[in-house]
């Protein structure tokens, strides 16, 4: 049933009435009674008896008869469910989109052809039920047994052949091609090269997938990112051989395709994290690219993140996975050391070939030539890579960790951070001659005078993207300067001079790469007080980075100390090295991946609650308090990896034990949240 409710996550048997006997099949959606009251519900197996001794109800309604929750589906969400502490409820919520009445009744023949490859998906024979869907599956035994490849299934003709183009510049590239048209169930982690056109390699891996017999999920993190990967996708397979499945696609286009890929129409769905629950005949691959993006991670209980369903999806059907990016993860390289992935990199050869010259303006040579260095926010060094650049008549990046043109101000006279009156919100500058408004209930503050001196002047205290491309403006007169942000994101610029000026994940892609990335306020990303502030920091470097025209023609400067870790991964482009070192510390400090952690956020006193309903493992840590968003605190939960199953059901008990009496403040839970301070 659709109530979301803790103590109510388990199926209720009811009675099929003879005239729905029809169309009451698994993974439709029904109409119950419940406590008197009329409640949506998912229609989960058939059964001749039941083993509930007390009355039965009927079903009231089949709202549909279109099975949209496909049993590899039902029982995916169940275990996601169970790995964040949440319910059925709530996951299905995810993974089904809401019905829409007319594109359902839409008849077959008007959806997209099936290509020939499709058809081979879409003929095999599907499960004989839910109970047996269930049942009869099992997973393997453990995650080191999951690595290994898994025999495919016997066909007719051999599979075509798939040209290897760009995974030839990694060792093991073709071979991971082959193994996903043979059949087989290889699990990579794959950090790719500067420059490389990320897409296009992963529409190869779609393509030998489905060249085998198989389907395949992919899951990206925006827009831009969805439609490079259809444009590659298309050229590959062909049009009509996938869906795209994204929130901004609106309520009938959404469900179009959706009903595709559940109708066996084609054999491959691509997507914004929407889309890891896309249902696929026969599947074959699930792939995440950037998995670092934290808009991989759902905002809805139970917050599951689209890397971790997909390689659940993985063990559950013994598919292949893909986890790609420029940067990696600590999640990632736990999979390496675990051995239940393997490594896809370039050898340094062909690295050192294909990175452009990156250079740190804080080193001590650096400080040497440019004392001022140090403090300036645009050194001498990254000022010359930049003209260099124009006068070869090649673009120029500049990344700016701030939108807006000074997101933060402070008085001039004795550097107190300028504050809200009212609310106590940071005070920001929109434009040149704008007027002071608060960030946080948008009230002007036209009269502002610092409450520490009295002044009224006012200086930046952090520069947003707006006033750097007007400062860069004037510094190069005469060249076109472009931003990209969040009130217009560029996805590409012509190959000529010109200055763009971008946010992190605006970066656009200029014809034949750039000739010069600055990497600008460093301090503001590393300094964050966020456990992944260094991972966080490397991943928009190198994304920036890969866009730059390899060495002599192209130069990258950031403006960072050239001893910290991340700007030695940078300058090094070695993702692997920082990663390991990552995951190295959380397990000396006890964070995640290398532990299980959950927190428990809400007011003080249903937090004491909830834990002390909770039947937490005797190996359990319980850290905090620590202050949370509007007067709120949170506790943290820190187990071992091997109990990570018990801490969920602990807690997803007791929050169960209070919605049974009804408490009335909520508490959320989150396991492995992104941020936990």
């Given at each position: ?468 491309a007007e400062e860069l403006g004037r510094a190069f007169p005469g060249v076109p300067v472009r931003t990209s942000g969040r009130e217009e994101v560029l996805t590409d610029v012509p190959g000529g001079a010109a200055v763009v ?177």
């Amino acid at each position: 049933m659709d109530v979301g409710l803790a103590h109510l996550d388990r199926p209720f048997d009811y009675l099929v009435p003879a005239e729905l006997d029809d169309v009451a099949v698994p993974g439709t959606r029904v109409k119950v009674r419940f406590a008197g009251q009329l409640v949506d519900g998912w229609l989960l197996a058939r059964a001749d008896d039941s083993g509930h001794t007390g009355r039965l109800a009927y079903l009231e309604k089949v709202v549909s008869p279109e099975p949209v929750l496909a049993p590899e589906i039902a029982r995916l969400a169940r275990a996601v469910a169970d790995r964040y502490a949440g319910s059925l409820a709530d996951v299905l919520r995810l993974a089904v989109p809401p019905r829409h009445a007319r594109v359902e009744k839409e008849a077959v023949a008007d959806q997209p052809d099936p290509a020939s490859a499709a058809e081979a998906v879409a003929d095999q024979p599907d499960p004989a039920s839910a109970a047996e869907a269930v049942g009869d599956q099992s997973g393997p035994a453990s995650a080191a047994e999951a690595v290994a490849d898994q025999p495919g299934p016997s066909t007719a003709a051999e599979p075509a052949a798939v040209d290897p183009r760009g995974w030839r510049d990694y060792p093991t590239g073709p071979a991971l091609l082959r193994a996903l048209r043979d059949g087989r169930s290889p699990r990579a982690v794959w950090s790719a090269l500067p420059g490389e056109d990320w897409a296009a390699r992963y529409a190869d891996a779609v393509a030998a997938t489905v060249a085998g017999g198989r389907g395949a999920v992919v899951v990206v993190a925006d827009a831009r990112d969805l439609d490079r990967l259809d444009a590659a996708l298309t050229g590959v397979l062909g049009p009509g051989r996938h869906v795209s499945l994204s929130a901004a696609l609106g309520p009938a286009r959404r469900y179009r395709a959706f009903l595709a890929a559940r109708r066996g129409q084609v054999p491959v769905v691509i997507g914004t994290r929407a889309a890891m629950f896309a249902p696929v005949d026969r599947l074959g691959l699930v792939a995440v690219w950037d998995d670092g993006d934290d808009l991989h991670s759902e905002p809805r209980a139970p917050y599951p993140h689209a890397r971790d369903v997909l390689l659940t999806r993985a063990q559950l059907t013994e598919a292949a996975a893909l986890v790609g990016g420029y940067a990696r993860t600590a999640e990632a390289q736990l999979l390496l050391e675990t051995g239940w992935a393997r490594e896809v990199v370039a050898d340094r050869a062909t690295v050192r070939a294909r990175i452009p010259a990156i250079a740190p303006t804080g080193d001590d040579p650096q400080l040497a030539r440019d004392p001022g260095a140090a403090t300036a926010r645009l050194p001498s060094l990254a000022w010359t890579a930049a003209r260099d650049a124009l006068r070869a008549d090649l673009p120029v990046l500049v990344q700016v960790p701030r939108r807006g043109y000074l997101p933060s101000i402070s008085c001039a006279d004795c550097r107190t951070p300028a504050r809200c009156a009212h609310c106590a919100g940071p005070l920001a500058l929109p434009s040149a001659g704008g007027v002071p408004a608060c960030r946080w209930c948008a009230r002007v503050a036209a009269a502002y005078a610092c409450p520490e001196c009295g002044g009224r002047r006012l200086r930046a205290a952090v520069t947003g993207a707006r006033r750097t491309a007007e400062e860069l403006g004037r510094a190069f007169p005469g060249v076109p300067v472009r931003t990209s942000g969040r009130e217009e994101v560029l996805t590409d610029v012509p190959g000529g001079a010109a200055v763009v000026v971008a946010t992190p994940g605006a970066e656009p892609v200029a014809e034949g790469g750039y000739g010069a990335v600055l990497l600008l306020d460093s301090w503001a990303l590393l300094t964050r007080a966020d456990l992944r502030a260094g991972e966080e920091a490397l991943r928009r470097w190198l994304a920036a980075a890969a866009l730059a025209r390899p060495t002599p023609a192209g130069r990258v400067v950031v403006v960072a100390d050239g001893a910290l870790a991340p700007v030695q991964a940078l300058l090094r482009w070695d993702a692997g090295w920082f990663a390991s070192r990552e995951l190295t510390e959380r397990r000396e400090l006890g964070f995640p991946p290398a532990v299980r952690m959950a927190s428990v956020t809400g007011p003080a006193e249903a937090v004491a609650d909830l834990l002390a309903a909770a039947r937490l493992p005797e190996d359990a840590e319980v850290l905090g308090p620590v202050p949370a968003e509007e007067g709120r605190e949170r506790m943290l939960v820190r187990v071992p990896r091997a109990r990570a199953a018990a801490l969920a059901e602990a807690l997803h008990s007791a929050a169960g034990v209070r919605a049974a009496r009804k408490a009335p403040d909520p508490v959320r839970l989150q396991v492995d949240p992104l941020s936990m301070f």
